[in-house]
């Protein structure tokens, strides 16, 4: 064999190497795609626990391994699928992170970045691009977490709250018990795999509860994209942050009612991803768990949909009819001596119970407890939906005065005429004090009960006090006169042996 076959030989031998190489590597790689693609669709048959609720709404079909739909302000839970399962939540870990931050920094402290939280992590994965010793804002440092996802960010944030990674890792926890979480364990700050660090979807749902309370972190959890400018401590040039959520205003599923969101990768969690959104007043928190891309963002939006279209909120004070002046007077009086008076205790008028919209008010049922009673609250009203909790109302103590008081400084001149009638004062508001309102064609006076009490004791006790001191001179008096009368008799009889008897 000659030298140029030799060469055209080797050619070939290295040519059918990486021909096979390369389509080995393909090979693979489609198989772990569809290997994934498989689990998916395996778990879009997983047993979703809402669809059994009676009279509920059926939920859609997600691929994701858990899944919840949680309305924010009374917690109401609209949709569940193993919400309880511990799985790993990636980097929706950092919204805990935050949560803490926005509680314990001001946001104008500066964060160091150290060499364990700079270099603690590893080189492909999720950072800011900030260099050991550089400082930046708390703020900053929050944006670059929950818009870049920057795990040494989310490393100096844990120091510089708790002193080290794993003193704030033991505060997360804490937290998270505090929150009502029970099948979460937190170990680090950014998500970073690890078999000890996992939550729950309904866990998460809690700690979102609470996070997007927080209008400073919806904003930032909101922002697609966000730069922290050179300076004397970040010497580097501009450092720019691009968000991958595609929930966002500009990406591809963006979404119109998102109020924020924080997305999670890893190669074992695989997708995850925690979001709110809010509309005609009601405000849902959406997670999902272990999912596969783009379909977190597609079932999130789903799901959002499916809530808003199949549930209505309904305030509980403009509805309930069990707790009133009608049957139960520990609510108010309406025979009142004064006319028409304050209530001594009331319904809260900004709670209200969350209900599929085929439902009316009247078929939740209700129950008063005294269980959980705050400094204004005396007991909670708890509703239910065929067993599924709904909604709760405080009835709460009536600590303000009525608006509508009567001002006897600014009463109508009276008019010479003893039978006319009293004519409103029209240049004043209805609602102010000194007001009078017509019911019909009666008038009401609005009386403060709280200064007529007082008056009305003051003028007792010194009408009390003027009766005493009355008959103790008036008995004084008598006394005189007695005594005077018993040495007259004395005088005009003279003495009598029996002067010692009162005959």
């Known amino acids: 064999m000659n030298l140029c076959s030799k060469k055209r030989f080797v050619c070939f031998i290295m040519s059918a190497f990486l021909f096979s190489y390369t389509f080995l590597q393909t090979g693979f790689t489609v198989q772990a795609v569809t290997d994934y693609a498989a689990e998916e669709e395996a778990r879009k048959s997983l047993p979703i626990a809402s669809n059994s609720y009676e009279d509920w709404p059926d939920g859609p079909a997600v691929g994701a391994e858990s ?20 799985l790993y939540p990636a980097s929706t870990t950092k919204i805990l992170t935050c949560l803490i931050g926005s509680e314990q920094c ?4 500066m964060v160091t970045m150290s060499h364990d939280a700079v270099f603690s992590i590893p080189r492909d994965s999720s950072n800011a691009g900030l260099d050991e010793r550089e400082e930046i804002t708390v703020e900053q440092c929050m944006y670059a977490i929950l818009v870049g996802s920057a795990n040494e960010a989310a490393n100096a944030l844990g120091e510089h709250v708790s002193g080290s990674m ?22 680090t700050t950014n998500g970073l795999h690890n078999d000890n660090h996992y939550t729950s979807a309904y866990d998460l749902a809690l700690i979102a509860r609470k996070f997007f309370d927080n209008e400073l972190l919806c904003k930032m959890s909101s922002t697609y994209e966000y730069y922290i400018p050179q300076s004397p401590t970040q010497p580097d040039d501009d450092l720019y942050l691009h968000s991958k959520n595609q929930l966002l205003p500009g990406k591809a599923h963006a979404y119109e009612y ?18 709110c959104a809010q509309k005609d007043g009601m405000k849902l928190i959406c997670v999902v768990m272990k999912e596969e891309s783009p379909h977190q963002f597609t ?15 309904l305030n509980i004070k403009a509805n309930e009819t069990n707790y009133t002046v009608d049957n139960n007077n520990f609510f108010q009086s309406d025979n009142d001596i004064f006319g028409v008076s304050q209530p ?33 609250s005396i007991a909670t009203i708890e509703y239910t939906y065929h067993g599924i909790p709904v909604g709760s109302a405080t009835v709460d103590l009536a600590t303000e005065e009525l608006d509508t008081t009567f001002d006897f400084e600014s009463q109508p001149q009276a008019t010479d005429d003893p039978d006319a009638p009293i004519a409103p004062d029209n240049t004043s508001d209805h609602t102010s004090s000194g007001s009078i309102a017509s019911q019909g064609n009666e008038d009401i006076l609005f009386i403060n009960v709280q200064t007529v009490i007082f008056w009305v004791v003051g003028i ?44």
Do not use: W
């Not at 794993?166 to 170990?187: D, I, P, Q």
């Not at 008028?349 to 008010?361: G, N, W």
């Open 67 to 86: 899944a919840i739909l949680m309305e924010a302000n009374t917690g109401t839970i609209l949709y569940e699928k193993n919400i309880h399962e511990e």
């Open 106 to 109: 001001q946001m104008n402290e």
């Open 166 to 187: 794993e003193a704030f890792a033991e505060l997360m926890n804490r937290r998270a018990k505090e929150l009502g979480c029970e099948n979460s364990h937190f170990v």
């Open 258 to 275: 998102l109020v924020g969101s924080k997305t999670g990768y890893t190669d074992v969690a695989r997708q995850t991803l925690v979001s």
């Open 299 to 313: 079932d999130t939006i789903a799901l959002f949909d499916y809530g808003f279209d199949n549930f209505q909120t």
């Open 344 to 376: 001594i205790l009331s319904i809260s008028s900004s709670d209200y119970i969350v209900l599929p919209v085929t439902a009316v008010f009247s078929d939740a049922q209700s129950t008063l407890s005294y269980d959980q009673v705050s400094e204004d």
């Open 460 to 503: 007792a006790g010194i009408l009390i006090f003027v009766c005493v001191v009355k008959a103790v001179i008036d008995n004084y008096q008598f006394a005189k006169r007695r005594r005077k009368r018993t040495r007259y008799k004395k005088r005009k009889r003279g003495t009598s042996p029996f002067d010692d008897f009162d005959f």
